[in-house]
């Protein structure tokens, strides 16, 4: 149920009162990763919750992807709730044997007796400048993983309901967080403890000329896209996925065939990214309604460009969506 008090949060503040309660709520939850304990994670996210509530709940672990991944089955494994955070999805890589070997199968190999209820945290994407490997989104690999859940909010209040269904979910979910969002986007936050479902998509904004699709980070680069459209007198649909797996394709197709053509907007590599998994979603169930190809505004296919202003052209922009959106309005 949600409070009907609330405040603005970034999604930093939001993120941390959602951790704050679960912690309170459930003793089997742990929260551990590099640096969350003391310092509170690099962008503060964890900040005061070993104060609180102790270093044998919120602790620190070595610079190790894949033992964070192992530590985390192993304890759900032992009937915990553990919150593992990895400090950029970028650095997920070595754990990927973890991750495809083990945690999304665990429920199949036991023939549906046990699950594994982890949530790993992890921020991605860009727009702030960061290192190599800092930016990269790798969602696709996540979602292609066999029995692993992928959720990516796009505002505060979304994160906070998002990541208390996640802890309490029992199968693994990995939560990726927007680094751009996380001090840019303010939102009011209902108090207190409540969940929004896992795997519904949702409209944010209604139009009939065309229909926008993204997550995350790109949500509000719809939206402005969207308003830029809207002074032109064209009015267009902007839908959040929010969950990618598993993906609402009924809320997707439904807003699809309403407009006819339809934007797919990721900041992933282009090629293989899961834009391209929604676009062929599309023509499977909704190509009788297209009347213009789907069209995908994506980062390009080279590793995300570090510490500089070139990645204003790599990572999606209004700009290029209202370009993409005036090719299928006039096909």
């Known amino acids: 149920m949600v409070a009907e008090r609330a ?10 009162e959602a951790l704050d309660l679960a912690l309170d709520r459930d003793e089997r939850v742990l929260v551990f990763g590099e640096d969350v304990g003391r310092l509170g994670g690099v962008f503060r996210v964890t900040e005061g919750l070993q104060a609180k509530h ?12 894949s033992g964070i991944l192992g530590l985390a089955i192993g304890l759900a494994m032992g009937g915990m709730r553990p919150v593992a955070e ?38 991605y994407g860009g727009g702030v400048h960061t290192p190599e490997q800092h930016a990269d989104s790798p969602e696709a690999l996540l979602a292609h993983a066999p029995g692993v859940k992928v959720v990516i909010p796009s505002s505060p209040e979304r994160a906070k309901g998002l990541l208390l269904a ?23 936050v209902p108090e207190g403890y409540y969940t929004l479902p896992l795997g519904r998509a949702r409209v944010v904004r209604e139009g009939s000329a065309a229909t926008l699709i993204g997550y995350g980070g790109m949500v509000e680069v719809m939206l402005e896209a969207a308003e830029v459209a809207a002074k032109e007198g064209v009015e267009v649909m902007v839908v959040d996925l929010e969950t990618l797996v598993p993906l609402d394709e009924d809320t997707l197709l439904e807003a699809v065939r309403e407009t006819g053509r339809a934007v797919v907007v990721y900041e992933a590599m282009r090629t293989g990214g899961f834009g391209a998994e929604v ?39 209004a700009k290029r969506v209202l370009a993409a959106l005036r090719r299928v309005l006039t096909h």
């Open 7 to 16: 405040r603005v949060l970034n999604m930093v503040q939001a993120i941390n």
């Open 166 to 188: 996640a802890i309490e979910d029992e199968d693994p979910v990995f939560f990726l967080e927007a680094i751009k969002l996380y001090r840019g986007s303010r939102a009011e």
């Open 279 to 317: 676009a062929a979603r599309i023509a499977e169930g909704a190509i009788d309604y297209l009347q213009a190809p789907v069209v995908r505004v994506a980062g390009y296919d080279a590793p995300y460009p570090p510490f500089s202003a070139i990645e204003h052209y790599y990572r999606p922009s």
């Open 54 to 65: 102790g270093e044998a709940r919120v602790f620190d672990t070595p610079l190790a992807e």
């Open 86 to 123: 990895i400090q950029f999805a970028g650095f997920l890589y070595p754990a990927l044997d973890q991750i495809l070997s083990h945690l999304g199968r665990w429920r199949h190999r036991s023939r549906g007796r046990m699950g594994l209820p982890v949530v790993v945290r992890a921020p």
